[in-house]
């Protein structure tokens, strides 16, 4: 997979103050709060669907007030708190014994479709047409892929010495740590990024010209890095941040 010097990658500049791109400092661990209300919009909007169908004859018997609907209210605050702070954080045990007194108020046959949805969607992200994406160069119509890297249920930790062209980086709901440090970048490369819901980290070398952009959504974008614009004969590295529900964060 080559990556001509040059190159458009389609990621628009940044404005730049002074050489530099850095964005101000940010306080940590403000995500909670978005993350909730963006899991109870969500939840909003399916009970709305739902009543909607009752009303217009789509389906009957739709109520909020399921056998064990008490459960949501634990499970809808843990599972923000696992989003935004990773598996690894005490929320987990609620979120755990949230689905636990669910199950036990359903029944276990609940097991079946969670069983199936977890598999199918596993199958799906790691099926190999998924793995990577297509990169079409504008200058003389040649294509060329660059990996797709995803989380569903588990943080991701990527690390990567090799030579590095540019990647996906989609985070759904669990974090995504990607270290760029000893990575090989000998051309200008893009970094597509997708903070869905869970957090990204990106840490890359000092040694390179970072320019970043977040190309919409209600998160943050955190550029921690000592990064410049101005290193000569140093490629760019273009960082393309979609910010959907969550933050993305750069660092050294």
């Known amino acids: 997979m080559n990556n001509d010097s040059n190159k458009n990658t389609g990621v628009g500049k940044p404005n730049d103050k002074g050489g530099k791109n850095i964005e101000p400092k940010k306080k ?3 995500h909670y709060w978005r993350t909730l209300g963006s899991l109870v919009g969500f939840s909003l909007i399916g009970s709305g669907i739902g009543y909607f169908g009752n009303i217009v004859g789509l389906w009957t018997g739709f109520t909020v007030f399921f056998s064990g609907w008490w459960t949501l209210l634990l499970i809808i605050p843990c599972l923000a ?6 598996p690894g954080s005490l929320f987990i045990f609620g ?9 036990l108020q359903q029944g276990p046959l609940l097991l079946v479709p969670v069983a199936l949805i977890y598999i199918g969607l596993r199958m799906i992200f790691h099926n190999k047409p998924f793995g990577f994406r297509r990169i079409l160069d504008a200058e003389d119509g040649k294509s060329y892929f660059i990996p797709v890297w995803r989380s569903f249920a588990l943080k991701r930790n990527i690390k990567t010495d090799e030579n590095f062209h ?3 980086v989609i985070a759904w709901f669990s974090p995504i740590n990607l270290d760029l440090s000893d990575a ?6 893009v970094i597509y990024v997708k903070a869905m819901f869970a957090p990204v980290t990106i840490k890359i070398n000092r040694d390179i010209n970072l320019l970043t952009k977040k190309t919409g959504g209600v998160g943050k974008l955190f550029v921690e890095a000592k990064n410049y614009a101005d290193i000569q004969n140093m490629p760019v590295l273009r960082i393309n941040a979609g910010c959907i529900f969550n933050s993305v964060t750069i660092i050294n």
């Open 28 to 30: 940590k661990g403000g």
């Open 81 to 86: 708190g696992v989003l935004d702070r990773g």
């Open 95 to 103: 979120l755990a014994g949230g689905v636990i007194a669910l199950i």
């Open 166 to 168: 540019g990647a996906e």
């Open 184 to 189: 090989v970048i000998d051309d200008d490369a």
